[in-house]
């Protein structure tokens, strides 16, 4: 319920003007109201009902006054005594009240005491004075000169409201509470002329505007006036004073009608704010951007402290974070010593397989074909009672990624140079992984019995590289070796084991199992099979391990020398099977919960790399003319579809860079699939309907794929040497292009002499190499200059017509019907072969 401004003026007996400035200058109603006809709430009405309620009743008892009374010149207010003397009447404008020389005095007296009271001032607040004070009844109560300091009336402390009560922003007002202007307000004060019409006193200061000197605390900064009860205040939390300035903390979204409920503001208000502020348009329900609510609670004199949802878990925060200390201190606690993981890097055929052979005393290299590692195994050996871990990384250029991998789970590496070789380009691409992945370097030169091996040699390479060994004054400890006799093999483990002392190398073994896969297949009757290193805890049968997509609870482990184990502790090289697809080589693994756990973070991680690609994939891209180009041109190439099988991960990684490095701009080579096991009837089918080759490598053809590759015309090329593969693609790609044509120089004759013919001239000649052939393509040359070009038409030997004249022979030879022989000429014969095109 709302009452207009006009009939509360009316009700309070203030001009409706006076009213407005009075409503305004409490923030009652907005500075853009300008009509009276605008409403009050009831609130507000009756509260300012209450402060003027003397003068209302005044007013209302000079309503009823005979008009006699209203010309006496007599105060309204005053008590009529019939008894008094009449006094002459003197006409004044109605609505006027004339002030009797006993008000006067009374005022001036009153006024008096409140200077007094101002200078020394009273315990007890002025309002007991106020009923003396007999105020005009339209005329509002001017302000003391000196309003004492301790006049406005105590509204309940904001600070102390109980923290149980919901959310009014600034202290309730009860409905019997002290007024809601300050006191001074309606203290008497300097005496008003006698005879002062209201309307017509522009000079006198506003009635209620403030003196200077008047140290009246304003009323916004100690709490908004009359801030009705907050609907939905339960999102906002109380303001709490800090100082001059009260908190108001709020949590997003900041909403406009919540923040001018909190800030005793009518939401109209609080639009027209923002519309200064941001120079748009916000609605009651909008929701503003922080720093413009801000600044606009700052106007108002609050602190806005937006909470959000974060913020609120700090404490929580702090119990993980301690939470975390405590599992590092137990982690701390439960360290124990762990065997090194070594690998032996460097460039193809320095001796790798040889040296890892002659550690674990085991033929590797004799089994390997075409002689080259071509997987990460990873072997563990006892040596003086401790355990190594090697992991055997493949030489080929083409393993690179893969070597990259094996550096980043080692400890050592163990950097093989040839004695006689010395570093090569992938020792040095070997150092860099290792200085990448930061582990310690040792440096076994190999091949120390054969011919040539040049130890010094070596050495001055390593100091060019910042490794200098330590007899040159450097730090990288240098064994000689030969892998072959077998003969410094034993100092090399004493070093990598002096190493791994100093490295102090511990791991956890009672935490949950974690650590890489190192390579990963798939084994006929047992499913996808990963050689793994664990890194941390202790993996046992029946963990359930999640690696990316890939997820297994542990059926078997293998250890390296294919036995049954039951668990394997940190370092340990070990083959887990049974998981849910081939997980990639350097992923890394942990153990969970339970399978369902497992099986539920693969799904989430499968999604995860869906989503990122269908993401990737529907992200616009700039496509520059000249790449606008080179796609039309890629349309126009050739291309060269493989369907790839292979024995385990890790060549199928190998074969994708090989075939990276075969660079052509006329046969692109697409990879449909590239899959590890057999090569199946599936594959054939798929190849078959897309037009692909099929390239095995290290795998074998399943039963029956043979005829059905034959009847459906599919090409199966297999592969046990990566090189020979590498080249095949290249011929098949070669094979794809229009053959090039190429002129090939059969022979050469001089002409010697002319003789005419009975139509013509033919030119005798001697064959001065290869031969002429008749019919050959031919030119004639004079001197540099080609004179004509060709056919043999007529070759005779003597008289006899010949097909061909080899050279030293003497014949006559007539191109085509060309007659202008000159001795000197040198007749060519060619003809144009068809080659294969170049990539
Ligand atoms: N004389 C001599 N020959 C060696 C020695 N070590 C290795 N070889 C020979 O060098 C060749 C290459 O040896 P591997 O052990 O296969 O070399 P690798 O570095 O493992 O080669 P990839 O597997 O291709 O990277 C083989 O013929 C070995 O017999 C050695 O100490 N002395």
């Not at 005979?66 to 006094?87: D, F, R």
């Not at 301690?322 to 055929?349: F, M, S, W, Y």
């Not at 080929?396 to 590496?413: C, E, L, N, Q």
């Amino acid at each position: 319920m709302s009452i207009r401004i006009h009939k509360l003026a009316e009700e309070l007996g203030l001009e409706n003007k006076e009213l407005l400035s009075l409503l305004r200058e409490r923030k009652i109603i907005g500075a853009e109201v300008k009509s009276v006809s605008s409403t009050v709430d009831n609130i507000n009405a009756d509260a300012l009902r209450e402060e003027f309620g003397p003068r209302a009743a005044a007013v209302a008892t000079e309503a009823v006054a005979s008009p006699a009374e209203e010309t006496t010149g007599e105060g309204a207010a005053a008590p009529q005594h019939p008894e008094e003397p009449e006094v002459s009447r003197v006409n004044l404008p109605a609505g006027v009240f004339v002030k009797s020389a006993d008000d006067i005095v009374r005022e001036k007296e009153a006024a008096a005491k409140a200077a007094a009271a101002a200078k020394n001032p009273p315990p007890t607040p002025v309002p007991a004075a106020a009923p003396a004070a007999r105020p005009a009844a339209s005329v509002p109560p001017p302000l003391p000169a000196k309003a004492p300091p301790s006049v406005p009336p105590p509204l309940p402390p904001i600070a102390k409201a109980p923290p149980s009560v919901p959310a009014p922003v600034s202290a309730p007002r009860p409905v019997n509470a002290p007024p809601m202007i300050p006191a001074p307000l309606r203290a008497p004060a300097t005496p008003p002329v006698t005879a002062r019409p209201l309307s017509a006193a522009p000079s006198t200061p506003p009635p209620i505007s403030r003196p200077p000197s008047a140290p009246v605390p304003p009323p916004v900064v100690s709490a908004p006036p009359l801030a009705p009860a907050v609907p939905g205040a339960g999102a906002i939390a109380p303001a709490t004073s800090s100082g001059e300035v009260k908190l108001l903390p709020m949590k997003p979204p900041i909403i406009v009608r919540d923040l001018a409920v909190a800030l005793g503001l009518k939401p109209f208000k609080l639009i027209s704010e923002v519309s200064q502020a941001t120079g748009g348009f916000a609605g009651i329900n909008s929701s503003l951007d922080e720093p413009v609510a801000m600044k606009i609670a700052e106007k108002y004199g609050f602190l806005l402290e937006v909470k959000h949802r974060g913020e609120a878990v700090a404490p929580q925060k702090v119990k993980t974070a301690d939470t975390k200390a405590k599992i590092e201190e137990e982690e701390q606690k439960n360290l124990t010593p762990r065997p090194p993981v070594i690998c032996i890097l460097g460039h193809v055929d320095h001796g790798k397989t040889s040296l890892l052979d002659a550690i674990r005393k085991a033929n590797v290299a004799s089994g390997e074909a075409g002689g080259i590692t071509q997987h990460i195994g990873a072997y563990q050996i006892e040596f003086q009672g401790k355990k190594l871990t090697f992991l055997d990384t493949p030489g080929h250029a083409a393993f690179s990624k893969m070597r990259a991998r094996g550096a980043d789970v080692t400890d050592i590496a163990v950097l093989v140079v040839a004695a006689d070789d010395g570093f090569m380009p992938q020792t040095d691409e070997a150092l860099k992984h290792a200085q990448n992945a930061d582990v310690a370097i040792i440096v076994a030169v190999n091949k120390m019995d054969v011919k040539g091996a040049n130890i010094e040699q070596v050495k001055s390479q390593m100091q060019q590289r910042n490794i200098a060994p330590e007899d040159w004054g450097g730090e990288t400890i240098t064994v000689p070796v030969s892998a072959i006799k077998g003969t410094g093999v034993d100092q090399l483990l004493e070093m990598i084991l002096l190493q791994a002392e100093v490295l102090e190398l511990k791991a956890n073994p009672k935490a949950e199992a974690s650590g890489v896969v190192i390579e990963s297949e798939i084994e006929i009757g047992r499913g996808s099979v990963a050689t793994v290193i664990v890194q941390r805890g202790t993996l046992r049968v029946g963990d359930a391990l999640v690696c990316g997509q890939h997820w297994t609870r542990v059926k078997a482990l293998f250890s390296d020398k294919g036995e049954q184990i039951k668990e394997a502790t940190p370092s340990t090289p070990v083959r887990i099977i049974g998981w849910s697809g081939t997980p990639d080589s350097g992923a890394t693994f942990r153990a969970v919960k339970n399978p369902r756990e497992a099986e539920r973070l693969a799904e989430e991680a499968e999604q995860r790399t869906r989503k990122e690609a269908t993401v990737a994939a529907a992200e616009p891209k700039e496509v520059s003319v000249e790449q606008l180009f080179a796609d039309i041109a890629a349309t126009q190439h050739k291309v060269l579809k493989l369907l790839i099988k292979t024995d385990v991960f890790g060549s199928t990684e190998a074969l994708r860079s090989v075939l990276d490095g075969i660079k052509s701009t006329k046969v692109q080579v697409e990879v449909l699939a590239a899959d590890v096991g057999l090569v199946t009837k599936n594959d054939v089918l798929m190849a078959s309907a897309s037009g692909a080759v099929i390239v095995g490598f290290n795998t074998k053809l399943e039963n029956g794929v043979t005829p059905l590759a034959k009847h459906h015309n599919v090409r199966i090329e297999s592969f046990q040497i990566i090189y020979e593969l590498g080249d095949k693609v290249r011929e098949m790609m070669a094979d794809l292009l229009e053959p090039e044509q190429k002129e090939a120089k059969l022979g050469a004759a001089e002409v010697r002499a002319t003789f005419p013919l009975a139509k013509g001239f033919v030119a005798g000649c001697l064959v001065t190499e290869g031969k002429i052939n008749r019919n050959a393509m031919s030119r004639l040359r004079r001197g540099r200059e080609v004179v004509y070009e060709g056919k043999v038409d007529t070759l005779k030997r003597f008289k006899d017509d010949a097909n061909e004249v080899r050279a030293g022979l003497e014949c006559g030879i007539k191109l085509d019907d060309f007659n202008g022989y000159q001795i000197g000429d040198v007749i060519e014969s060619y003809e144009i072969q068809k080659v294969r095109a170049s990539l």
